[in-house]
């Protein structure tokens, strides 16, 4: 029993960054790829998690080896503008997926309960409800507490997404034609550019990586841990894969074979119920609770976190000036049930920016990596330098297609 526990505990920063890139945001980008395009951009899935794995790997082996964070690292051995840049930079698309998270979880309760309560219950009582759930247990002030907590929500979205995806499973063929890399043509409502980049920027998340070194310095980890350390980083890295997948599959068995885009996540209650009946509703909209809570956690708990790693000041959530930081962050979940603003537009763009500020962080991380004078005989390979090359390259692509899309979307308002 020790031996599990110690193991399951080893899993637990991998389990919490999954739960941090999985999220509705996420679950709206699959889902979107699934209804728009079929399974013909499962390439897409496959190769951002290859390199957030290889990524996930990198950084916090640079922990392991240095002792110091990414920001750590950027504010000491380049300049300390570029740490507050990431600061900033990560926030502002945090905020726009709180605000996209809680309007998604707000607007699929209400759908769902019109089914238990005539006219359903209004969706800000659900944002309230959610926004005061993670906020208390967010005053509680442990990293213990949120990893147990969000481990929890991660299993039951895990097995909630799981189950769908043998409800509504496309045939086999078109999963794995799915492997071939291709970009579907664009419409005059459709922008494959847009959701590419949404589902890239949802996966390759920058702020996965800056995040993965400061778990890795509080969990004690050293470079004798490397091998759990890699392990933790593949198990991150399989469960978003198979989990994203099960997403797109849900939404191409269900609404693509239908010819329907997704405009709204409420389109996959409503259109389930027909097609794989009460249950597969009820387990997708767990699932999409489950994903929203789990996200939610570290998202209002990311800025209190950079702050303390940016100050090299041991993490305290239970400041009072984060406490009112992380109530005002919150709070922005009420703004798309209030103001009945189109969750699924935020959450796109807010998944599509992130693939804006990837260039910068393999960048950076290409930079401090290597220097003889910080990592040694630990600075970064030949074989490592190509892969980061490779993967600037394709950041730098991913930029292109987000900030296209984004255009294209505006042009056609």
């Not at 309560?117 to 309230?128: H, T």
Request: charged letters at 10%.
């Amino acid at each position: 029993m020790n031996n599990f526990k110690t193991f399951f505990k080893s899993l637990l920063p991998g389990i919490f960054l999954f739960g941090f890139t999985v999220g509705t945001g996420s679950v709206t980008s699959m889902a979107k790829a699934g209804a728009d395009y079929g399974m013909s951009l499962l390439w897409t899935i496959f190769l951002s998690c290859a390199i957030t794995y290889f990524l996930i790997s990198l950084f916090g082996k640079f922990t392991l080896v240095t002792g110091l964070t990414a920001l750590q690292s950027f504010k000491k051995h380049i300049h300390p503008v570029v740490s507050l840049f990431f600061i900033v930079a990560l926030t502002t698309q945090i905020c726009g997926s709180v605000i996209g998270v809680m309007g998604i979880l707000a607007d699929v309760c209400y759908e769902w309960s019109k089914g238990i309560v005539e006219g359903g219950v209004s969706p800000v009582y659900f944002a309230l409800f959610f926004i005061g759930f993670v906020y208390v247990i967010f005053l509680i002030g442990k990293t213990e507490v949120f990893e147990k907590v969000l481990a929890l929500f991660v299993a039951i979205m895990a097995l909630c997404f799981l189950i769908n995806f043998f409800i509504l499973m496309p045939p086999a063929m078109e999963i794995l034609k799915g492997m071939v890399p291709n970009v579907p043509e664009a419409s005059a409502n459709k922008s494959s550019f847009l959701v590419i980049a949404s589902m890239v920027g949802t996966t390759v998340f920058s702020g996965l990586f800056i995040l993965r070194t400061i778990l890795v310095k509080e969990a004690g980890w050293t470079l004798a841990d490397l091998k759990a350390q890699n392990r933790d980083a593949l198990f991150s890295a399989f469960l978003m894969f198979i989990v994203s997948t099960s997403i797109m599959a849900a939404a191409a068995g269900s609404l693509y074979v239908k010819g329907i885009s997704l405009q709204n996540v409420t389109q996959m209650i409503n259109l389930l119920e027909p097609l794989a009946g009460a249950s597969a509703v009820a387990i997708f909209t767990i699932g999409l609770i489950a994903a929203g809570v789990s996200s939610q956690f570290p998202n209002v708990a990311l800025l209190p976190w950079l702050l303390d790693d940016f100050h090299e000041r041991k993490p305290n959530l239970k400041r009072t000036s984060y406490r009112l930081m992380t109530l005002v962050i919150s709070c922005l979940g009420l703004i798309v049930p209030i103001f009945n603003a189109k969750p699924i537009a935020v959450m796109v763009s807010s998944q599509a920016f992130g693939a804006l500020v990837l260039p910068a962080t393999v960048a950076c991380i290409y930079f401090v990596g290597n220097k003889k004078d910080l990592m040694g005989n630990n600075k970064f390979s030949a074989v490592t330098n190509v892969f980061l090359g490779l993967i600037f390259l394709f950041a730098l692509v991913m930029s292109y297609m987000s900030l296209t899309g984004i255009v294209s979307i505006l042009e056609g308002l």
